[in-house]
């Protein structure tokens, strides 16, 4: 398990003239973890992500970084607030700058970067987020997606090892909510911890790693999200709703179907809970392959050629560079999001499947088939790409 | 919104990848030239060149750019008129005593001076849309470091140019708001309705103003705001371009000398 790098202890924190916020909350967060703040409106989820990069300080109670207390000094400040990004709920809130390039580049240079490592860093913040080429434009010439992504970009550009982001998806639409949730999930594999407030329990119950839930300061539940999410007086309380899949899974329990096993965390589990019940897996073929191509080793149109042989295949791209490398070859993309788990389950119907993905997150899709072939006994297989200079 | 309209023009014209600098000097120089003649003749021509030049290198759609010169122009010719009806002189073609003591009179001289001034007012006007139509703000901001403008103003011009929109965005939408649920319907409610417009706009700056204070500390504020670096190449086509319009300009300045119309 790795290291606490955030941890608050009896915190407190009441707004001038207001009801306390935050109300004596104690808990940590490890590196790399993924973590969602649930709760109603006025729960204290702002309040708290506040508190991380010192934007506000608690009444009583410590903050701790990397297990040091937070002071409020401002070259502490300063060196607290490279290390956590927060990223705010509205994106006009956050972009300054008339232009893309200038609004990335605030952190940076006012970190007193030289010019050109300002320019490196931007470069790299924006392809990160798939704004390559945005550069010039002004924000208000953006969607609300790309908007969102250049506030992202704009804190990624500072090299946090904390990103905190207020309600990420809030007004945006299904597929763009979930194209940011695919971007914060690539930057957790990168290795940055990754803290996130919503009300939309269904975009966090599969991505998160620990789901803490907050009802008027205080924590209701704080543990993975099966647990968290578990208690159905609770989310009511917490004035959310169930995510689907634990809703189904415990009505099947309630009807006297035996599932077993830990409560599923993605539909793929779910599959298996029902799999289990009917006691007769849908397998009527042995399960298809799952073929990865790293977008970094393969040239352009290799994809298309290989897509030529094999018509009607399901394609899913994992990460930015990936989805681009699509979008320029005019691939038509099946899954932008939670791939590895959809293309399982096409090969669980005897179906071949593609994954383009980067040089990274080629070991992800490996490790994740590995863990379901451990888990269930079918042999799905994955291979790579071959051809090209790979 | 016009503004916003203005500003996606040049965010989107054909002359937009060319100098900032030379663009300026192209709208400036035109200017001067139109301050600096004594006759009518220079202003036309700089003023066609330069409409062609917005209509068929920027491409700016032409129903768009005769709208921008709608409000100018009646202003324009209302004080056209004036001047040609009370500024005298000796040649006289037509002359009404109303009063006394006063007369309109239309002159010889009073009609050069009128067609003079409604030249210069064209001229300057093609000079300014040209700047605004084909350089964005954005560009200007650097042109004023080099310049050096103090750090100050332009920050707070870029924050004031980042702004303005937010706050139309936000003007806007309690202005359909209002109007949707009849804010606007009889005299005293519209009175009412816009102070609170205003009231509204005013929190919302307000607000924003203190969260842009945070967000600029969430990023480690330190006084400095970055600056689109890259300037693009000084061309040597457009830079030929331009070298030959101003000297065509200044050559007919020189040539047309004080002439005028009749």
Known sequence: MSSIILEARNVRYRYPRGMEAV????????????????????????????????????????????????????????????????VLQNPDRQIIAPTVYQDVAFGPTN???PENEVKRVVTLALRHVGLEGFERRPPYHLSGGEKKRVAIAGVLAMDPDVLVLDEPTSGLDPSGSEDIMELLDELNH???????????????????DRAILLLEGKILEEDVPQKAF????????AHLSLPILLELYMEMQKRGFQVQGKKPHTVLDMMRCIETVVQKTARHTCPGTITVCNVDQHGQGTV????????????????????????????????????????????????????MTTENMVDRVYRRVDAYVKESGIPVVVKMMDGGSG | MFEELLEDIAQKNGLREVNAYVKLATGLGAIFLCLLSTSYFPPLFI?????????????????????????????????????????????????????PAFSLSITRQSINQGVYVFCRVLGGMSGICFISLTTPMTDIFTVFRRCKVPETIIDLMMIIYRTIFILMDHVVQVYQAQVMRLGY?????????????????????????????????????????????ETRPVEKIPCLAVGIFLMLSVAVVILSGSSTII
Request: proline share 3%; net charge neutral.
């Open chain 1, 23 to 86: 109300c004596d909350i104690s808990f940590h967060i490890r590196k790399k973890e993924k973590i969602a703040l649930v709760g109603p409106n006025g729960a204290g989820k702002s309040t708290l992500l506040k508190m991380f990069n010192g934007m506000i300080r608690p009444d009583s109670g410590i903050m701790l970084f990397d297990n040091k207390p937070i002071e409020y000094d401002i070259t502490s400040l300063r060196m607290l607030r490279k290390r956590v990004g927060f």
């Open chain 1, 111 to 113: 970190l007193g970067y």
């Open chain 1, 190 to 208: 990168e290795g940055k911890t990754i803290i996130i407030s919503t009300h939309n329990v269904e975009l966090a119950y599969p991505w998160a």
């Open chain 1, 230 to 237: 578990g208690n159905p007086e609770h989310v009511r309380r």
């Open chain 1, 304 to 355: 298309t050629t290989w897509l030529s042989f094999r018509s009607g295949i399901p394609v899913g791209a994992m990460g930015t560079r990936a989805k681009q490398r699509a979008e320029n070859e005019q691939i038509q993309l099946d899954f932008t999001y939670g791939v590895i788990d959809k293309c399982i389950l096409k090969a669980l119907l005897g179906e071949d499947s593609l994954i």
């Open chain 2, 47 to 99: 003023t066609i060149v330069l409409t062609m030049a917005i209509l068929f290198l920027a491409r700016v759609d032409a129903r768009t750019y005769a709208e921008l010169f709608v409000v100018p122009l009646s202003f324009a010719i209302m004080s056209v008129a004036g001047i040609i009806l009370i500024s005298g002189g000796h040649d006289l073609f037509w002359r009404w005593d109303i009063l």
């Open chain 2, 185 to 229: 319907s009889t005299w005293r409610e519209s009175l009412h309705s816009f102070a609170s417009l205003c009231g509204a706009a005013f929190i919302t700056s307000w607000e924003s103003g203190e969260d842009l204070i945070q967000a600029m500390d969430a990023r480690c504020y330190d006084g400095k705001f970055a600056l689109l670096g």
